[in-house]
């Protein structure tokens, strides 16, 4: 199995900090590309950030300069260091991912976790 497991949330007062992991364990070749969702309660889930296998990023507009995505290759892992949060930022945060898996390094999706808590208080 293929699995990706997010942590790091929890509780901060609007202006903190928080880093979230993504950690991808299983059969893995390599990894694509790692991306961080989130949905807060009543709406869909968006994309926060991805980053592709060679470091290039992309932001949601709403945390551009606030959030930052970043992956270890070694370790399978993305992390997702969250600055500045807003009560807005208030959601459960999912990571997916992109990868080469199994003996025989196929392509595939691995969907999200099951996500980490991130709430922010005015």
């Known amino acids: 199995q293929v699995q990706l497991v997010e942590s790091g949330g929890g509780l901060v007062q609007a202006g903190g900090s928080l880093r979230l992991s993504c950690a991808a364990s299983?059969?893995?070749?390599?990894?694509?590309?790692m991306g961080w969702y989130r949905q807060a309660p009543g709406k869909q889930r968006e994309l926060v950030a991805r980053?592709?296998?060679?470091?290039?990023?992309n932001y949601a507009d709403s945390v551009k300069g606030r959030f930052t995505i970043s992956r270890d290759n070694a370790k399978n892992t993305a992390y997702l260091q969250m600055n500045i949060l807003k009560p807005d930022d208030t959601a459960v945060y999912y990571c997916?991912?992109?990868?080469?898996?199994?003996?025989?390094?196929?392509?595939?999706?691995?969907?999200w976790g099951q996500g980490t808590q991130v709430t922010v208080s005015s």
């Open positions: 997916n991912a992109d990868a080469f898996v199994g003996r025989s390094c196929y392509y595939r999706y691995i969907d």
């Open positions: 299983g059969s893995i070749c390599s990894i694509s590309a």
């Open positions: 980053i592709t296998s060679d470091g290039s990023a």
